[in-house]
């Protein structure tokens, strides 16, 4: 068994990839399908250039999307902390507003608060998210891009208020970017919660195409409206050299270094069979890929020593990142 298989859709409506229509939609729903995978992952602020468009899109081909389970977000605002993003009002607004767009009126499976508001009391928060629940819009809620003091803080308020925690979190996992493994993770298991994987590939930055220079026309690329974003996050030196060793390594075993990245987190990471791993594309071509080498099963011990090579190099800088 493998964690769950959830469909991010955060390029829903972005420039640059295959999904502006309701019928290319449509064609990536039939292909998620006959994959196996029937949970997609959304938020209001998605795409980042064009918030709430990709709700828009899943609503619009409810025919198909209404058989998948959606997870959505609270809006946040990137412009600014993210305070009073989750006020009770806020959460509501937000909620009611994708509940529009995805034309689900009967709520959707987790709503997540998209990042940590530092404003407003973490007991009005929650609240708020358990006000939810009883009203029915959502059957539990999440958090994501939360710190594990923040995240105790909450759980023990829920303890002492008799009020329903969260049942997931959402967080940046992958070959090098494995602090959550440490002190958060623990936490989770902990408490019942369950650990949804997001940017599995960093980004694109695991395809090994920024550091051979063959960025051109991906998401690390000049043109992308993410693209400097992208190259900030994954710019230091040190992630570069241990990222150019990997990737000749593997090449070496006669794989890409997609492919032992993304058999690592679906067979050899820290991941159980009730978590997830949130897969992204631009083009249906790459989530049937993606899943393709999924099926492959465990990479070999050899190269399964190489991935762990590459975290050894980068812990020391890289540690605490979740």
């Not at 198909?64 to 990137?78: A, E, M, Q, R």
């Not at 959460?91 to 995805?102: A, C, D, F, I, T």
């Not at 989530?287 to 393709?292: D, L, P, S, Y």
């Amino acid at each position: 068994m493998t964690p769950q298989l959830i469909f991010g859709t955060a390029s829903f409506g972005m420039d640059l990839t295959e999904f502006q229509e309701p019928s290319s939609v449509q064609t990536l729903l039939k292909n998620l399908q006959e994959l196996g995978i029937h949970r997609l992952d959304s938020g209001a602020r998605y795409p980042p250039m064009k918030p709430g468009r990709a709700e828009e899109l899943i609503g619009e081909t409810k025919e198909l999307s209404g058989g998948f389970i959606t997870d959505t977000k609270v809006y946040t605002d990137t412009k600014t902390d993210g305070s009073r993003d989750l006020t009770g009002e806020a959460v509501e607004k937000s909620l009611q507003g994708s509940l529009q767009r995805l034309k689900k009126p009967d709520g959707v499976n987790i709503l997540y608060s998209h990042r940590a508001d530092p404003f407003t009391p973490l007991e009005e928060q929650i609240i708020g998210f358990n006000l939810q629940i009883k009203q029915g819009r959502c059957q539990t809620w999440g958090v994501s891009n939360t710190s594990p003091e923040m995240l105790e803080q909450m759980l023990r308020l829920c303890e002492e208020k008799g009020l329903q925690k969260p049942s997931c979190y959402q967080g940046d996992y992958n070959l090098v970017t494995r602090g959550m493994e440490t002190k958060l993770l623990p936490i989770l298991r902990a408490h019942g919660m369950t650990y949804n994987a997001f940017r599995p590939l960093a980004a694109g930055f695991l395809t090994g195409k920024l550091v051979n220079n063959e960025h051109t026309g991906t998401r690390f690329g000049d043109d992308n409206p993410l693209g400097k974003f992208a190259q900030k996050l994954f710019g230091a030196e040190d992630l570069h050299s241990a990222m150019r060793r990997f990737d000749t390594e593997a090449k070496s075993h006669n794989l890409t270094s997609i492919e032992v990245a993304i058999r690592w987190i679906a067979h050899h990471s820290a991941l159980r069979d009730e978590d997830g791993i949130v897969l992204g594309a631009s083009k249906v071509e790459q989530i049937r890929e993606t899943v393709t080498m999924i099926k492959k099963g465990p990479l070999p011990e050899n190269v399964l020593m190489t991935a762990q090579d590459l975290w050894s190099a980068i812990k020391g800088t890289r540690g605490e990142i979740i």
